[in-house]
């Protein structure tokens, strides 16, 4: 089985309505906001949807919203995690109809060693006939999934990619060396999306590109045609945002910038929080200015 997940994917944000209810109008003009400025795959219910503070009947009832606005006019990928690989993969056994892929982050919490990493993965992989990516994000999860971890599991039929947000070049370096082909390396991290691309990764699960996806799969498109120069300035113009965007955590910067666009209010379900007054100006400057463009 061969990645076919390639090029920009959004990893969706879920907008909440003041009583943090999910305000499902917002998430359908999102979708649509992706799909008409040439996003090329959607990702539901990655860490960016606030998936862990959503239980699995509202986190279907995104998937069937997205599913119902996409009408398949682009592919679907759901996330589907933890820490407890039993549970993972009963879900896995149980999921609907109308998904192209799953995102199945690396075990958190409990820091597995490399080997458990890799049976975590074998038992997932046996639970479903979808194509999996493997999402490495040292940061969240606290441990690191090594290059000889990714390569081994790039083995496995249905394995078919990997998002890496490890942020270590040498070790993504080391994963498109060796990679087997067609098996699929996304960045996972929107400042090292370029230059992950012209080392010869495939594209991107991205956060910016909620916001700005008109601007952002430029960046992408143009890098993966082998048109860096062109690619280069649209990485620039949209880096100071993508700073911002973190600065104070994800989502809650981004949906600062979706919220000054009119597509739905910041609001996040605790234990996250609203960025402060300063980096909200901050912000809101910045996305008109690229508005403006």
Do not use: W
């Not at 040439?38 to 990655?46: E, N, S, Y």
């Amino acid at each position: 089985m061969k990645n076919t997940f390639k090029g920009s994917g959004v990893a969706l944000v879920t907008p909440f309505n003041n009583d943090g209810s999910i305000d499902f109008t917002g998430l359908e003009k999102l979708v649509e906001y992706q799909i008409s400025n040439g996003t090329d795959f959607l990702v539901v219910q990655g860490t960016t949807g606030e998936s862990p503070t959503l239980d699995m009947s509202e986190k279907l009832e995104i998937l069937d919203t997205v599913k119902g606005v996409n009408n398949g006019r682009v592919p679907v990928v759901f996330g589907v995690g933890g820490n407890n690989t039993q549970n993972v993969a009963k879900t896995l056994s149980g999921l609907p109809s109308g998904i192209d892929g799953i995102l199945s982050v690396s075990p958190y919490y409990n820091k597995p060693i490399q080997k458990g990493i890799i049976e975590h993965y074998k038992v997932l992989s046996a639970s479903t006939d979808l194509p999996i990516i493997l999402y490495n994000v040292p940061g969240r999860t606290g441990s690191n999934m090594t290059a000889a971890t990714t390569l081994e599991l790039a083995e496995i039929e249905n394995i078919v990619a990997v998002k890496e947000a490890s942020g270590n070049m040498g070790q993504i370096m080391e994963i498109l060396r060796q990679r087997p082909e067609g098996f699929g390396v996304l960045s996972g991290d929107d400042a090292l999306t370029l230059p992950m691309i012209a080392c010869g990764a495939d594209g991107v699960i991205s956060v910016v590109v909620n916001a700005f996806p008109k601007r952002f799969n430029e960046m992408v498109h143009t890098a993966l045609s082998g048109d860096l120069e062109r690619s280069r300035t649209a990485h620039y113009d949209l880096l100071p945002v993508t700073d911002m965007f973190f600065e104070e955590g994800n989502p809650g910067g981004v949906k600062v910038s979706l919220e000054v666009q009119g597509m739905m209010k910041q609001n996040m379900r605790l234990p996250l929080y609203p960025v402060s007054e300063g980096l909200y100006n901050r912000i809101k400057l910045e996305t008109n200015r690229l508005l403006s463009l």
